[in-house]
């Protein structure tokens, strides 16, 4: 893997975990690779956030492990020195998109307008995450994009499920999508490790 368009093609479904026991990153990596699940993107939003990225990088290298989340400069060198595969940014600010540049890792920004996607695409980046999905417009959006800006792919996050993801993934723009629904809350707190394998067999399935 050696660009984001890269990223969009591990899995139907990147799942967006939020880990606030370190102890549990290495468990939730291990049961959604045993579901199917090739990618994980590990939000910075936790003090132990970059604590679970170094040891799901350590012990568990068959997954690829990114983090979300980047809004400032520094999150992007953080994570590289943690052991993070790929970065991925809510939305671009050009101090946010020069770090991540300069870490030299894929990196999926956030893009939610034509506008932003255009100026990325400016700077050479055509994998983008599409960001907040559904409050953004959704599949009718992305669909309306395709034709005037065919040469991006993006993988949209924000309010999709297992129910709606299906026909985000009929479009021949989307190559992947960011799911928080893998790793619910309440699956964490009980560490339902099982469960969680159990939704990632589901969202695996989603492109056969």
Same mark, same amino acid.
């Given at each position: 893997?050696? @660009?984001g368009?890269?990223l969009?093609?591990?899995?139907?479904?990147?799942?967006?975990?939020?880990?606030?026991d370190?102890?549990?990153?290495? /468990?939730?990596?291990?049961?959604l690779l045993?579901?199917g699940i090739r990618?994980?993107?590990?939000?910075?939003?936790?003090?132990?956030?970059l604590?679970?990225?170094?040891?799901v990088a350590?012990?568990?290298p068959?997954?690829?492990?990114?983090a979300?989340t980047v @809004?400032a /400069?520094?999150h992007?060198k953080?994570?590289?020195d943690?052991?993070?595969?790929?970065?991925?940014?809510?939305g671009v600010?050009?101090?946010?998109?020069?770090?991540c540049?300069?870490?030299?890792?894929?990196f999926?920004p956030?893009?939610?307008?034509?506008?932003?996607?255009?100026?990325?695409?400016?700077?050479?980046? @055509?994998?983008?995450?599409?960001? /907040?999905a559904?409050?953004?417009g959704?599949?009718?959006?992305?669909?309306?994009i395709?034709? +005037?800006l +065919?040469?991006?792919?993006?993988?949209p996050?924000g309010g999709? @499920?297992?129910?709606?993801?299906?026909?985000?993934? $009929?479009? /021949?723009?989307?190559?992947?999508?960011g799911?928080?629904?893998l790793t619910?809350k309440d699956?964490?707190?009980?560490?339902?490790?099982?469960?969680?394998?159990?939704?990632?067999r589901?969202a695996s $399935?989603?492109?056969?």
């Open positions: 893997m050696s @660009t368009a890269d969009l093609d591990l899995s139907p479904v990147m799942p967006v975990v939020v880990v606030s370190v102890d549990d990153a290495v /468990p939730v990596a291990r049961a045993a579901g990618v994980i993107e590990l939000t910075l939003r936790t003090p132990v956030a604590a679970a990225i170094e040891r350590n012990e568990v068959d997954i690829v492990i990114g979300g @809004t /400069p520094d992007a953080q994570a590289l943690a052991g993070a595969s790929f970065l991925v940014t809510p600010t050009d101090q946010v998109l020069d770090a540049f300069d870490t030299g890792l894929p999926l956030g893009a939610s307008t034509a506008s932003e996607a255009m100026r990325l695409a400016e700077r050479g980046v @055509t994998a983008l995450k599409f960001f /907040p559904e409050a953004s959704g599949v009718d959006y992305l669909k309306s395709g034709g +005037p +065919p040469g991006l792919r993006f993988c996050t999709i @499920t297992l129910k709606t993801a299906p026909a985000y993934l $009929a479009l /021949p723009n989307v190559g992947c999508i799911g928080s629904w619910p699956a964490l707190a009980a560490k339902d490790f099982s469960r969680i394998e159990a939704f990632a589901e $399935a989603l492109r056969g």
